[in-house]
C-alpha cells in the first residue's frame, strides 16, 4: 500500500509554531508531508525550519518560475491526498470562503480536487464574528471539513474558544481522516523502534501509574443507531455519544489501543482512537465483530432494539387519515452474542439506561447477557447530552454507586477500574 500524504498550508499566526510538532507526529506516524507557507507564516517560522521538519522543499510564493517548472500549483493541489491548513486563520478562511486566489496557498485550495481540513487558530472574538461565522458555514457547504477550536487562555490574554488544538488531536484526526491507523505511542519523542523496550525499562511505578493499559486493546461504542424506516425517516434512541468518546479517550490517554465505532454523532474523534463510523445495528455488531480479538469490550451505545422489516425505496406518503402499517423486526443483541463469541473479550461491560428500579433492571440484565459488568444509570432527568452523569456499576460480587461527576471524570474512574481488573 502506498504511503499516505498530505500538503500542509502554514498561515500566519502565532500558532504556527505548533505545525512543527504537527509534521514531527505525521512523520512517525509514516505519513509524508508537504508544505505551503503564506509570507505572514513565515514571521513566525522560517522555511529553513519548516524544511529541516518535512525533508522537502518548502513552497511560498506563487511567481517563483523555478517552483511553478518543477512543480506547478496545480500538481501541489493534486498530489497529496489530503490538504491541511494549519493554523487556519480568519483571513485565510475569509478567503477560501470567497474563492480568492492571490497567493500560492489560496490558488491550491481553489485548484484542488482532494479533501481539506481547516484547523482554525484566532482570537475568540475573531472566532464568534459573525463574518467568520458566516464564512465558516459556507466553507462546510462547500465541502470543507473544518475542527472545532479548544477553548482556553491565549497570547493576547483573554479567554475563550479558538485556541489551536493540540498537535496530538490534530495528527489523529488526519490520520482518521486518511484511513490510516494513528499510533498514540508515537506521540512520544522517541524513536518508534524504542518505544516499546523504552517502556519496559521504565520503573513498575511509572508503567502502573502512567499508561496502565499499554499493550491492551479496548473497543468502545458509542452514540445510537438508525434504523431507517424509508430513505427519509428512521427509529432511533436518543444518546449524544459523549460518554463513550469520553471512555474512549480515557481509555487511549492510559495507554490502550482504541477502536471507538461510533453511531452517528457529531463528536471530535478523541486523540489516539481509531473511530469507525457506522448507522445501524447491524452495522454496528458487524465493526464490533471486526475488531476481535480485544482484552475489553465496553458497549455503551444506545443501540436501537427494532428495525423495520422491509424498507421501502421510496418515501412513504400520508393517505389521508391512514396511517401505514410499520412491521418490526428485532435488531441483533450485540452485547449477549459478543458474550458467546469465540472470541470474547476477557472483559466484557454492557451499559444499561433506565428510568425506574435502576439497580434492579441491571442486575436482571446482567445475568440474562451473560457479561461481566453492567454499568447503570437514571435517564429519566437530562442526562441525555448533559455534561454530567451518575452510575451503578453492577458485578457478580455486588453493587459500586457512584455519584455525579463530569462525564470525562467518570470515564476515566471507571477505566481505572478496568485496569485494576485486568491488570
Not at 223 to 246: L, V
Not at 262 to 290: F, Y
Not at 382 to 403: C, I, L, Q, R
Request: glycine share 6%; hydrophobic share 45%.
Amino acid at each position: 500500500m502506498a504511503a499516505k500524504s498530505i500538503l500542509l498550508i502554514v498561515t500566519g499566526g502565532i500558532a504556527a509554531y505548533k505545525a512543527l510538532e504537527l509534521v514531527r507526529l505525521l512523520k512517525r506516524q509514516g505519513i509524508a508531508v508537504r508544505a505551503v507557507m503564506t509570507k505572514s507564516a513565515t514571521e513566525f517560522v522560517t522555511p529553513l525550519s519548516m524544511g529541516v521538519m518535512t525533508e522537502d522543499q518548502v513552497y511560498g510564493d506563487m511567481f517563483d518560475l523555478k517552483e511553478e517548472r518543477e512543480i506547478g500549483h496545480i500538481q501541489l493541489s493534486r498530489q497529496a491526498d489530503l490538504i491541511v491548513i494549519c493554523p487556519a486563520t480568519a483571513n485565510m478562511l475569509a478567503k477560501a470562503a470567497a474563492g480568492i486566489a492571490d497567493d500560492l496557498a489560496t490558488t491550491i485550495l481553489l485548484a484542488t480536487d482532494k479533501s481539506v481540513l481547516a484547523v482554525p487558530a484566532m482570537n475568540v472574538r475573531m472566532w464568534n464574528h459573525p463574518a467568520t461565522q458566516r464564512n465558516l458555514k459556507q466553507l462546510r457547504e462547500d465541502g470543507m471539513i473544518v475542527m472545532e477550536p479548544d477553548e482556553g487562555s491565549m497570547a493576547c490574554g483573554e479567554f475563550g474558544p479558538g485556541r489551536l488544538p493540540e498537535p496530538p488531536e490534530v495528527a489523529a484526526r488526519i490520520c482518521a481522516m486518511l484511513g490510516h491507523a494513528f499510533d498514540a505511542a508515537l506521540t512520544s519523542g522517541r524513536a518508534p523502534s524504542t518505544i516499546p523496550k523504552a517502556l519496559e525499562a521504565q520503573p513498575d511505578f511509572a508503567e502502573e501509574i502512567h499508561r496502565r493499559l499499554f499493550g491492551k486493546r479496548v473497543v468502545v461504542t458509542a452514540g445510537p443507531t438508525y434504523e431507517a424506516i424509508d430513505p427519509i425517516r428512521y427509529i432511533a434512541n436518543r444518546s449524544s455519544g459523549r460518554q463513550g468518546f469520553a471512555i474512549a479517550q480515557a481509555a487511549a490517554e492510559m495507554g490502550a489501543e482504541v477502536t471507538l465505532i461510533a453511531g452517528p454523532v457529531h463528536l471530535v474523534t478523541p486523540p489516539g482512537v481509531i473511530r469507525i463510523d457506522v448507522e445501524s445495528a447491524l452495522e454496528m455488531q458487524a465493526e464490533v465483530e471486526k475488531a476481535l480479538p480485544a482484552d475489553v469490550a465496553i458497549l455503551v451505545a444506545a443501540v436501537a432494539d427494532w428495525r423495520a422489516a422491509d424498507v421501502p425505496e421510496q418515501k412513504i406518503k400520508k393517505d389521508g387519515n391512514v396511517v401505514p402499517p410499520l412491521a418490526l423486526t428485532e435488531n441483533p443483541d450485540i452485547l449477549a452474542s459478543l458474550a458467546q463469541h469465540k472470541l470474547r473479550p476477557k472483559l466484557l461491560i454492557g451499559f444499561a439506561a433506565e428510568t425506574e428500579k435502576i439497580v434492579e433492571h441491571a442486575t436482571a440484565k446482567l445475568a440474562k447477557k451473560r457479561c461481566d459488568w453492567i454499568v447503570a444509570n437514571d435517564v429519566s432527568g437530562d442526562v441525555m447530552g448533559g455534561d454530567n452523569n451518575a452510575f451503578h456499576v453492577v458485578t457478580k460480587d455486588g453493587v459500586e454507586s457512584w455519584p455525579e461527576t463530569s462525564k470525562d471524570a467518570i470515564a476515566r474512574k471507571l477505566m481505572e477500574k478496568v485496569a485494576d481488573e485486568i491488570a
